[in-house]
């Protein structure tokens, strides 16, 4: 028998169906799969992406077998039409469409009305009884069959048509009458031969075969290459051709056309939603030409029609078990479908969606979790901008922490926290440090010209759930004369802006926000009686946390982020950074007190000073955790990071002695300077930080233990039950972790005894460098749980610094030499085999070993379901994004089971 | 039967035997085979390590079974000896000592003279005519017992001694006479009464026993224990304790004692070598209180003794097939041989008697391949402080690079280029960085005060085979004043110090070096005739040329550097740098002008103005490498180290607006700073660099490729076989290589059109970040060759900056928390598991795929053998370290077949 190359739809039956999308396309395979299902559908055929590899195997030439094939299904076409392509009364005419396996849209090439010449217009004519429609629909299809399938610049066609209208002194297309369009498309034809060397194809198969040839070769377009590259989309699976009769909903009153959704695709509601118009045809609804009508209008004006598309509807959303979004068209009071699929909604529709249909019984809760997308939980979280506000957008950066915020323009932390008393404020920086905290706190968000999607700045933004807008670099920061400027626009202090950190824009101006409901009724602001949402909401991550197997931890420093953290569903905290606390006003002077020490001695009694600091704050996150595990990060960063800028004191100290400045002041501040230049690095990243710290100032391990050991003890008698779990940053070197973790059990001894309460706590590492994940097995000799530190480790390992690669990253995005930064997804192919190393031999030394990840990563989809696949213990994030990590876990779960 | 715990040896024949290093330990062994080869040796018995084991299994104590079986051994070696411990008349007196399976030298615990009591002294005063001897033999024993055995601290001891002589007036233990030393005897007795609680034990036995266990304990002391951690041994070994018969070189005229080797261990002849004393022990040999005779007079003095111990030594020599180190003793008239072990010597010397033992058929090529040390030839290759010269050391740094330099002290690049044309000039610098190249290639050596073993200045002065002292932080450079300080010692420009690159040592003053003499054949200096060292040199070089399979290549980016590379043995160039062309003095203005264009433009006109430039520098390159491969790497470092410092830019201009300076110069100056300002990055390491530059501007690539190509044309037009090898640094996503691979071939394509000569070349990568080597299955599919860059991958695998580094590596290396510096040799655990995966995944997709190294470490013996059996193709290394990793890669080969 022979291969099957073409696959025939209509009359209520397919040689194909909707599992076939490997061979027809997605489209073909819709197309089958609702004619199956006894959907009008307009008859057609597919010819199959494998007729398109051999098209390429075969130096761009089907088979005679295809031909025939495709020869044969036009005619069985012809005949369930009654109709004949190209015919001379009541013509057949098709539209060539694309479809590959993997929806590229816009990326190939479609032709409508092929069919059409001299002869069969006149039989459209007659058909439609519109002579205008006819030959206009006859120049379109000129123009549409020299540029697609010839390459002729649409330019060459339209320039008539602009200098008609000229001669004419009209301006719309439609002003022109039927004279007009039959002189167009005598002009059209002549500059196809111009262009061509040839004549417009009379032939109505002609047209057809030089059209599917063309659709094949489109793709391969470049513009097709290049999504596919992007996308990751396989050359090799060709697209199908899909060849339909066309159907007219402009043939008269008792003709019409329109779109709509099962559901309201924005609230969720079940309502039959959507819109038409009498006597038009599909783009017409879209062009906004005309307006269209509230589809609940059509009952009464086409009720058989109206009725039978209500039913098709609801069969194809109880078929598909989806929220439908449709198109048809209604030629002469017969209804065909032109198309469905599953309908895109808002975070709120897929939710309501999802929950209804449970009820409905349509889906299970597993599928119900499925359907809501974690990602999109952000817009129920973060406050939004209110849609219906005009905005004036003046630059776009990276989307950084989701959500709008509007406030003053300040351009340092001080001025911030100066303006925050009296006003709201958004903070303005070239990028952040750790030192601008305290400004970040009390700004409404956050705006840089620099740094990349994992910059401090957008780090801090989402613990804080601040929304941010980072490395607009369009943007001229000018902090000294506190503006900044983009092109000719100068934003100074004071002046209002606003930001919208989901989707990038800098807006000038305040416009107004809506918080969200989730999180007035999670803190108590509003009563769950009044949402609409909240209920749905709960009871879907419900669901999500019966499913999931992976644990979800919050990210949080202080006892604030920790209460939302609890409210949000976390189970316990996976990181605390403890030096976010050294940066707190009252602290900093004692911790430089602590660093320019200049022995051992001066840095004790420094640090004797915080030790009852730093066990409050350690008691307070306890409390809020009672019962839960509290990841503690010992000190991490840089020191010269609490010291001024070393280039500032640089230019300072030149100053003051080019300027004969005081003697004594010049005298310490060099001998300031002497300490900073010590503790310059050239690479701080990679330098004297993380364990290294504690190692070469034991005594700085020492304080803080014991900080945390205290605070355990005293709350322990309180009645409390606490669970730290301390953390040895940047370990590479098994020798390091053994080092420190014999401080910490002195240290635990020491306190211990003193408190007279047994402690339980464990000791564990970031696994934050390649060697550490290549090592896990001597590592995990000493460490009692490991925390893929994802932010340090895609550092590391793709040689990149977060905060430097902010110019070519964009570069690489653009270009596709990356699809998604590293720093937003985990790389699964890099940084992902180096996590699985780590697991694997990890828990060789030490089976079922507690191992989590408290990266950026930790609140990232597709990173969380990797999380879940590489057999994690739990994943720990930004408070805000729990919600989305929970349900992130329970889509690993549900995934595994395929 | 009883399982075996103590092994006896003596009269010619022993229990064990050499290869019992495991129960016996290394003495034990050694003992034990010098017996049975009929090596007159006191005789004695080694309790085993696995009684050690025992003891520590059994609460430190041993089982009757052990202890009897000592007691036994004991009454075997009275008889043997004829003489009882602690006998009246000639008593026994024994040795106890430690000996692990490897050797801790210093660790555990010695006693000597045991037995010694208040009867047996008089019969050892009887039996040896000298009472002082034994009264002071007795001290000696009474203060090792009662420290090694009881912990009593010396200092109780001492004290009496030294109140003795001061009270009459002394200085030395010399003086004191025999009164003296019974008096002390009894003060001795007294302390150890005192601080132990305990009677001095005189039961020979009960000594015996007791210093037995302390030995064993000995395993376990805290220095015993830290030293097995640096060193990597086992703690589960165990050490033996070897009880021996006490022999006497000082009984008389007709005793003696010695030290010797059968060949001379610095040049390597074959003659006897040593020293003795007529009436005298061990240490006098060595105290340098008497001076001791060539070995040859003791022909004269005792014409027997010399006999039999060169009959002996010479047969000891083939026994073990390698020159002896050995001790002895003649107690009178009777040799006895104390120790024997293979001989430490030089490079001269090992090669020389290396090739002398093939000759005598001693021992194999292959053997005397693996006799030499590859680091050892280091020596041979360098300048050397000429021996004889006295010096004055002020400071010490790392030996970074060996050889000795003498110059005048010069702050900066410029003054060294001045200076240098009347005078030598040794450059000291804070650090070095590329724009100090020219300074340093006219200086006679370098010297910092920061950086770690491979900082620039470490790795640009092995390139150049200069001598460089590296991270002497204990000076002060001071390069505004140009000077620098040490305590209290200031050195100003112009005066003279001498560094030797091999010891890390800094002196005052101009010392005398020596030019190493294979460099002087090599180069021509010097006729091979009028060297004793180079036929040698030559002759072990081929052999390890003929057993090896690894190649060898250079690090050479000058001609100059590829004609000495050529010298020594390089088979091509494993890594052109080509950024080092790029700082000449005449082409940095027109780099500069590259960098700071505003257009891509006038960022091509800069390019076409080096274009030329960089061509003939290949052209030279290839020339001198006609017929080998030669691997160019393209440009790799971050832009901004071409540019002026960023901070001192800024203070310029500071300082020029507090002074009301020129207002143009300012503001173009600003100019400047802002461009700096945008190239600035927080960490360059993972910045702008590697293939991100030729992926940002793609014009520089396309300039290297042309001037490659055009080269390789021009020269192949002349009859030069060239083999480029293009190579795309910091590549981590395959993407990446792909984008830079087709602009490559792009430009391959264009200049063979022109050229019209076929241009053989090929496009690989370096592994050098973590990433590169986790995905070097798909890298493979563009590269076609890869080469190992182990200092990046060492950085980024360790999250170690090499710059930044030394501070806390230097206190890792100093605290057991690294053995060695992953910059100096590689981390095989870590480092190296990467470059599995990556030579395993690489030759996955390409089979027989061609990979190197080019890192620091493809000249550092470990890792050339590591290289070798991970089935690298090549190492690439600086001209000097070349003839080392020959022979290293000969030792790898060679240890595969064991």
Redesign the interface.
């Known amino acids: 028998m022979a291969k099957k190359w073409v696959y025939f739809f209509g009359n209520g039956k397919a040689d194909g169906n909707g599992k076939m999308k490997d061979v027809l396309g997605g489209k073909g395979a819709g197309l089958a799969e609702m004619t199956n299902s006894g959907v009008p559908v307009p008859p057609g055929f597919t010819i199959s992406t494998e007729a398109c590899n051999f098209f390429y195997d075969n130096k761009r030439k089907l088979s005679k077998e295809i031909i025939e094939q495709a020869d044969k299904n036009l005619l069985r076409l012809e005949k369930v039409m009654n109709k004949k392509l190209g015919g001379k009364s009541d013509p057949l005419l098709v539209s060539v469409r694309s479809g590959s396996k993997f929806s590229m849209p816009g990326m190939m090439d479609t032709v409508l009305n092929l069919g059409l010449n001299d002869d069969s217009v006149k039989g459209l004519t007659e058909k439609t009884g519109n002579e205008r429609f006819a030959y206009d629909a006859y120049r379109r299809f000129i123009q549409m069959f020299g540029n697609v399938v010839m390459g002729v610049d649409k330019e060459h066609f339209e320039h008539h048509m602009t200098e008609m209208k000229n001669k004419k002194g009209i301006k719309l297309d439609t002003e022109l009458n039927t004279g007009d369009l039959k002189q167009l498309v005598e002009m059209y034809k002549k500059a196809y031969q111009e262009q061509t060397g040839q004549v417009f194809p009379t032939d109505p198969k002609k047209q057809l075969a030089m059209t599917r040839d063309a659709v094949f070769n489109s793709w391969n377009n470049p513009r097709a290459i290049t999504y596919r590259k992007i996308h990751n989309i396989d050359h090799n699976l060709g697209t199908a051709v899909n060849v339909q009769a066309m159907v007219f909903g402009n043939m008269g009153n008792d003709s019409a056309t329109g779109v709509g959704f099962t559901r309201n695709p924005s609230t969720g509601e079940k309502m039959f939603y959507g819109e038409y118009l009498i006597n038009a045809q599909g783009e017409d609804v879209v062009a906004g030409i005309r307006t269209p009508n509230p589809i609940a209008h059509l009952e009464k004006d086409m009720p058989e029609a109206f009725k039978q598309l209500k039913a098709i509807t609801s069969r194809l959303e109880k078929h598909y078990r989806d929220v439908q979004d449709f198109e048809f068209t209604i030629e002469k009071n017969t209804l065909y479908m032109l198309q469905t699929r599953n309908g895109k909604r808002t975070a709120f529709a897929a939710i309501k969606v999802a929950v209804d249909m449970v009820r409905e019984k349509l889906i299970t809760k597993e599928e119900a979790v499925l359907r809501v997308e974690p990602q999109q939980l952000d817009q129920m979280l973060h406050p939004i901008l209110d849609p219906k506000a005009k905005i004036q957008v003046i630059a776009k950066g990276l989307n950084a922490s989701p959500g709008a915020a509007s406030g003053q323009v300040v351009f340092t932390a001080e001025d911030a926290v100066n303006w925050a008393k009296k006003t709201k404020t958004l903070l303005v920086r070239m990028e952040t440090s750790p030192d601008d905290i305290h400004g970040m706190a009390v700004s409404e968000g956050i705006l840089t010209s620099r740094g990349g999607a994992t910059s401090h700045a957008v780090v801090v933004s989402r613990q804080m759930g601040k929304p941010c807008v980072a490395g607009c670099e369009t943007i001229k920061v000018d902090e000294k004369n506190k503006m900044f400027s983009i092109n000719s626009t100068t934003v100074r202090e004071g002046d209002w802006i606003t930001i919208d950190g989901g989707t990038g824009r800098v807006i000038l101006g305040k416009v107004d926000t809506v918080e969200s409901e989730i999180i007035q009724v999670l803190t108590g602001k509003l009563d769950v009686k009044q949402s609409t949402l909240f209920n749905d909401y709960k009871l879907i991550m419900s669901w999500a946390d019966q499913i999931r197997s992976l644990k979800v931890r919050a990210n949080a420093d202080i006892p604030r982020d920790a209460k939302i953290a609890r409210a949000l569903g976390a189970e316990g905290i996976g990181l605390c950074r403890t030096e976010h606390m050294f940066f707190a006003e009252e602290r900093l002077p004692i911790v430089q007190e602590m660093i320019l020490a200049d022995t051992e001695e001066d840095r004790i009694k420094a640090l004797d000073k915080l030790l009852p600091m730093q066990k409050e704050d350690f008691k307070g996150l306890f409390r809020e955790m009672d019962g839960y595990p509290v990841t503690i990060r010992l000190l991490d960063p840089p020191l010269h990071e609490f010291l001024p800028k070393?280039?500032e004191l640089?230019?300072e100290i030149?100053?003051l002695e080019?300027?004969k400045g005081d003697i004594n002041l010049i005298s310490q501040k060099k001998k300031l300077l002497d300490r900073i230049q010590d503790l310059h690095?050239?690479?701080?990243?990679?330098?004297?930080r993380?364990c290294?710290l504690g190692?070469?100032y034991p005594e700085i391990t020492r304080m803080q233990a014991r900080a945390i050991f205290e605070a355990a003890c005293e709350l322990t008698k309180e009645g409390y039950k606490i669970v730290p779990e301390i953390m040895v940053p940047?370990v590479?070197?098994v020798?390091?972790l053994k080092?420190q973790k014999e401080l910490i059990i002195e240290t635990a001894k020491e306190v211990t005894k003193k408190c007279g309460k047994k402690l339980t706590y464990s000791i564990g590492t970031m696994i934050?460098?390649?060697?550490a994940a290549?090592?896990a097995d001597?590592i995990a000799v000493e460490a009692e749980f490991f925390s893929f530190g994802t932010n340090?480790l895609t550092?590391?390992?793709?040689?990149?610094?977060r905060?430097?690669?902010g110019?070519?990253l964009n570069?690489?995005l653009e270009?596709?030499?990356?699809e998604t930064s590293p720093f937003q997804a985990i790389?699964q192919?890099?940084?992902g085999?180096?996590m699985k190393i780590g697991v694997e031999k990890g828990r060789r030394t030490r089976p079922g070993m507690k191992i989590g990840i408290c990266g950026e990563h930790g609140g990232e989809p597709s990173s969380v379901e990797f999380c879940h696949r590489t057999g994690l213990s739990y994943v720990s994030c930004s408070p805000f994004r729990i919600p989305i990590a929970r349900l992130a876990a329970a889509h690993g779960k549900l995934k595994d089971k395929k």
Do not use: C
């Open positions: 070393r280039e640089m230019v030149a100053v080019a300027t690095e050239f690479n701080p990243m990679l330098g004297l993380g290294r190692i070469y940047l590479g070197i020798t390091e080092s934050e460098l390649p060697r290549i090592t001597e340090d550092q590391t390992t793709f040689g990149f610094s905060d430097d690669s110019k070519f570069y690489y270009n596709g030499i990356l790389d192919k890099g940084v085999q180096l």
